[in-house]
């Protein structure tokens, strides 16, 4: 199975001419990112040809969740994505009105025939692992964006009594989000930090699983994107709003370590 690592656009400086330009001059797969602006449409795709990059759109549902879905999907198909991330409906609408939203999103996906990976995000439907694990026991179909680390936060722990909602989770994710969490925070510093090796170590180790099941299913591919945002995802220095760490290369680490582990362990072949 090839691992094809791709690049948010999400904290990236420049116009989208230096963006893609440097993602492609990087070695990255693609892009994820949100639909580009109104008259950008045109030059986001032309970008997306000339550097050969595979898509992941972002979608953001809200107000009528389910017709804002249908439409950013719609508007999404024109670019032939790859796969579709999905922040869906609300942590505070009631368990009948999350339900009316997926059983809408599935006609839509249905009908664009685009995969959908709904994320595992805060103030989004699936933020937490039982929420989560409620709706995909509900609908079989659904599909999920692993983002564990916004589980970790939620949760404040390292999820230890959450294993039956992560293993149903990890079956149903289609795309990961590689970004490390800790029990008081959607992102570490620096997951290269010592400090922050236990929570490094079990991020991999959820990826891991949710890696060699889609293998052993007989996927010819996997996708994955490293994370990691500007601030306030990022810490600042005090009084200075100065980033701790380069973001660049924070994702840039994140990516590659990732890649370098599940070689390692010769369950991917590099894109």
């Known amino acids: 199975m090839k691992l094809l690592s791709f690049k948010a656009l999400w904290g990236m400086e420049g116009n989208y001419e230096e963006q893609f330009a440097r993602v492609a001059a990087a070695g990255y797969a693609g892009v994820e990112a949100a639909l580009p602006p109104a ?7 032309e970008l997306l040809d000339r550097y050969g990059l595979a898509y992941i759109a972002q979608v953001f549902t809200g107000e009528d969740h389910a017709n804002s879905f249908y439409r950013q999907v719609e508007q999404a198909a024109r670019f032939g994505p ?8 609300r942590d505070c609408m ?12 599935l006609e839509t996906e249905t009908k664009f025939g685009i995969a959908v990976g709904h994320e595992t995000h805060r103030q989004r439907a699936m933020f937490t692992p039982w929420t989560t694990a409620r709706i995909l026991r509900k609908f079989p179909e659904l599909r999920i964006t692993a983002d564990f680390s916004h589980w970790m936060n ?6 230890e009594d959450q294993e039956e909602q992560l293993s149903l989770a990890m079956e149903r994710t289609i795309h990961i989000h590689a970004r490390v969490g800790f029990p008081e925070g959607p992102q570490v510093p620096h997951p290269g930090a010592p400090e922050y090796s236990k929570e490094l170590e079990l991020h991999l180790g959820w990826w891991r699983t949710i890696l060699n099941r889609q293998a052993a299913e007989g996927a010819a591919q996997a996708t994955f994107t490293a994370e990691f945002g500007p601030p306030g995802y990022m810490p600042t220095l005090p009084f200075t709003n100065v980033p701790v760490a380069n973001l660049w290369e924070v994702n840039r680490w994140m990516s590659e370590r990732v890649l370098e582990h599940c070689e ?5 072949s590099k894109s």
Do not use: W
């Open 264 to 268: 390692a362990k010769k369950m991917v």
């Open 39 to 45: 008259g950008m449409e045109e030059k986001f795709q």
């Open 94 to 105: 009631s368990e009948d009105e999350q339900d009316r939203f997926f059983a809408s999103a």
């Open 82 to 89: 790859v796969k579709i991330v999905s922040h869906s409906a």
């Open 154 to 159: 939620v949760c404040e722990s390292y999820l």
